[in-house]
């Protein structure tokens, strides 16, 4: 085969192989809202696809407030999104006025229907999760602290 031919093939396989590995793991970070679900606020965030920030690997590289993709430890096949409201260490109590964090009411009058949790210390290398409505979501209320091996990343908009 001539030599001119085999210089643009050879360029084509090696940018092929070199950045195939960066385009799955791109495709492989994306979560889908599902419609469906309703445990987080439509207004705060809206039906459709985000992209997963998976660079935090540390639990000191989140903080309060940041939506995450994670995995219930109970039901591991389905991802699910919600809050962080606590980080390790903290104290977090979950009643009929809302959700405490060390003895602060953090989210008054979260939408936890009858579900109650008691005060407890959040284990090392967990956070306690918020969905926006605990009645229909699978968060810390229902199935405890979510274990940074659980969770895929930080949520965003791919809008």
Aim: proline fraction near 8%; charged fraction near 20%.
């Amino acid at each position: 085969m001539n030599d001119t031919l085999l210089v643009p093939v050879r360029i084509v396989v090696f940018a092929a192989l070199l950045f195939a590995p960066f385009w799955l793991m791109k495709a492989g970070n994306r979560v889908a809202v599902d419609a469906s679900d309703t445990s987080m606020a439509v207004s705060g965030f809206p039906e459709g696809g985000y992209y997963i920030d998976s660079s935090p690997t540390r639990i000191d590289q989140y903080k309060p407030g940041d939506v995450i993709a994670y995995h219930p430890p109970r039901e591991y096949d389905k991802p699910r999104v919600g809050r962080i409201l606590a980080l390790e260490g903290a104290r977090v109590q979950v009643n009929e006025k809302g959700a405490w964090v060390n003895g602060q009411l953090e989210r008054p009058q979260a939408d936890v229907g009858n579900l109650r949790v008691a005060e407890f210390r959040v284990p090392e290398g967990c956070f306690f999760v918020l969905a926006d409505s605990s009645v229909s979501g699978m968060d810390s209320v229902r199935c405890g602290p979510i274990p940074l091996n659980n969770v895929m990343g930080r949520l965003k908009s791919s809008n």
